[in-house]
């Protein structure tokens, strides 16, 4: 039930699948042994998320390979969505364009817009996943949305033949 969510959640930080789930076992199997001192604060979907947030940065700090992805292998961060007929024609390039800016973003806005836009959760969520105040997380989504917005804007623009209307 929460494996699925938190692999995905880590394999999205770390653009690799495998690894994401190695994290998601880790800590569902943290949780499993702590079981017993579990004090009741919270959800346990926010302490995993929590858990392998953390994970998560820890491996990118001891392996730094995960920071870029060079052969453009990274994870499908898009499960679930209603393209439109135009959009199923350049599905692909559409998905993998925006997998390939996800993926180039620092790590917190990364997790922040994955938190928010794949797995839903409010701000406040992501702040006490993140460990931050709620006005970073503002912070994260508003900057992360500009970087996809601007990089994003040459395919929106190839594949519509316009110009978004926002752009920065």
């Known amino acids: 039930m929460y494996s699925g969510k938190v692999a995905r959640f880590a394999a999205a930080l770390l653009n690799d699948s495998m690894q994401g789930e190695d ?51 990274v994870t499908n961060l898009i499960e679930e969505c209603s393209p439109s007929p135009e959009d199923l024609a350049h599905g692909t390039e559409i998905s993998l364009e925006i997998e390939a800016v996800l993926s180039r973003l620092p790590y917190r806005q990364r997790a922040a817009l994955i938190l928010s836009y794949q797995d839903g959760l409010s701000g406040l969520e992501i702040a006490e996943v993140l460990g931050v105040s709620i006005e970073a997380v503002e912070s994260l989504l508003a900057r992360g ?23 920065a």
């Open 23 to 73: 994290i998601a076992h880790d800590v569902i199997l943290r949780l499993w042994r702590g079981a017993r001192n579990w004090k009741g604060r919270g959800t346990i979907m926010g302490w995993l998320r929590t858990a392998a947030y953390r994970a998560s940065i820890d491996k990118i700090r001891t392996d730094r390979r995960f920071l870029s992805d060079p052969d453009g292998d």
């Open 145 to 167: 949305r500009r970087t996809c917005r601007s990089q994003l804007a040459k395919t929106y623009h190839e594949i519509s033949g316009s110009l978004p209307s926002r752009v």
